[in-house]
């Protein structure tokens, strides 16, 4: 009795086993329609419902499903899990140029149930397919072959081109500018110059930079004394209009006694200058007093001689009571005209 107990337990565990993996390892197939047109379109749905957490190898899928039938798009794999069943579907669209009737033999997946390391095989069932072919009337003359209609150009299509058209344009301007450029010797993108100060703020500026480098003191005398009299050369030529940067000594003087400068200021430059020349051509060693007294004098005649901008004169207290004198004159002369009218 107890073997047959035994074997009773057994064969309902087994059972119990196979309806439970039925249920839960399920596979299925199905067509939108089953009867088309030649190159009409539907779709194969597949469906698969496992145990949460198995492995899943789905079928190859290659252009060709079966002789005769093509696959034209696979969709994505959606997947959703409920009462620990992982539901996968996907949607495959189908069609084929033969007429006739095709079976769609079974799709076979492979699924790993967690917790172990067994592979079981699920297939979908037959699908059975018919494929039309439109019927032709043979007693009417054939119709010649339309051509491909022409369809307008779309703005994305065009766009790509405009583009290119715009790039290519922008590139033979940039060309044409470099090319200039060059031939003129110049740089491609300069920058803006900044606004010149005017003459006396620039020869003052760079003065005082002279005296900040100590060149004299470094005993560089010649390098001193030049870079004094180039300034002043410079600020000559911005100030009275004159090329003093080509100019000897003399000839510099010679000008400055045309312009409105007087004799003190003129006397101060000279003296510069003939010191500088006697550094320069005659490697005289000016004592330190006679350097910076030489940088001083070149400063004081920037001062002495710089344009001074002139304001306009405020309107006085008289002009304006003027004003209003005639104001009121003109407001009296109004009426009387009125009545003589």
Known sequence: MRKVKNAGLLILMLTAFTVVRGQTLNATASLDTNAIMIGDQ???????????????????????????????????????????????????VITS??????????????????????????????????VYAPKVDTTKAFKAIKGPMAEPYTLGEILPWILLGLLLLAGIIFFVLYLRKRRKNQPLFARKPKPKLPPDQEAIQRLEEVRLSRLWQA????????????????YFARRFLFDAREMTTGEIMRNLEKETVNKEALAKARSAFE?????????????PLENDTSLNYCLDFVNETKVIPQEEPAQTQGDEAQAENKGQTEEKVQPENKKEK
């Open 42 to 92: 539907i779709g194969l749905n597949l469906t698969l419902k496992v145990p949460a957490g198995s492995q899943v190898t789905w079928p190859v899928l290659n252009d060709t499903l079966v002789p005769h039938v093509e696959i034209i798009k696979r969709g994505k794999t959606e997947s959703t899990i409920e009462h620990n069943i992982l539901n996968l579907k996907r949607r495959l």
């Open 275 to 287: 010191l500088a020349d006697l550094v320069k051509f005659a490697k005289l060693k000016p004592s």
């Open 97 to 130: 140029f033969d007429s006739g009737y095709f079976n769609i033999t079974p799709l076979k997946f492979q699924v790993q149930l967690p917790g172990s390391h067994k592979t079981e095989n699920v297939a979908t069932q037959d699908l059975f397919l018919q």
């Open 219 to 234: 005993g560089k005398l010649k390098a001193y004394h030049t870079a004094i009299t180039d300034i002043m050369r410079n």
